[in-house]
């Protein structure tokens, strides 16, 4: 059974870094795509960032280019979203999902049908 598992948000000012986890287990194959999405309250669910693990291609949402970046450890079987230059825009429940294939775009929401849960992500300003 595929599973993620995501962590590591939390509260910081504007200004400040996070790091999200996403582990992932149940499966041995590589050629699947990670994609971080985000919700804020009263807005829909959007992609943020995600990774070809297979290849190492990437995707940035163009709001977190230049900020945030995306990498893979195949060691411990989870992905990254390193998240700089937070802003209180960012403020998000952010949660991680899985897709097979190797193409990283689109990102879309629909295409994901393995999620693990959210982690809160509050930028104070």
């Known amino acids: 059974e595929v599973q993620l598992q995501a962590s590591g948000g939390g509260l910081v000012q504007a200004g400040g870094s996070l790091r999200l986890s996403c582990k992932v287990s149940?499966?041995?194959?590589?050629?699947?795509?990670i994609g971080w999405f985000r919700q804020a309250p009263g807005k829909e669910r959007e992609a943020v960032s995600g990774?070809?693990?297979?290849?190492?291609?990437?995707y940035f949402t163009d709001s977190v280019k230049g900020r945030f970046s995306i990498s893979n450890d195949n060691t411990r079987n989870t992905v990254y979203l390193q998240m700089n230059s937070l802003k209180p825009e960012d403020t998000a429940v952010y949660s991680c999902?899985?897709?097979?294939?190797?193409?990283?775009?689109?990102?879309?929401?629909?295409?994901?049908?393995?999620w693990g849960q959210g982690t809160l992500v509050t930028v104070s300003s």
């Open positions: 990774l070809s693990v297979a290849d190492g291609r990437t």
């Open positions: 149940g499966f041995r194959f590589d050629d699947y795509v």
């Open positions: 999902a899985l897709r097979w294939g190797t193409a990283i775009t689109p990102i879309l929401v629909t295409d994901f049908y393995h």
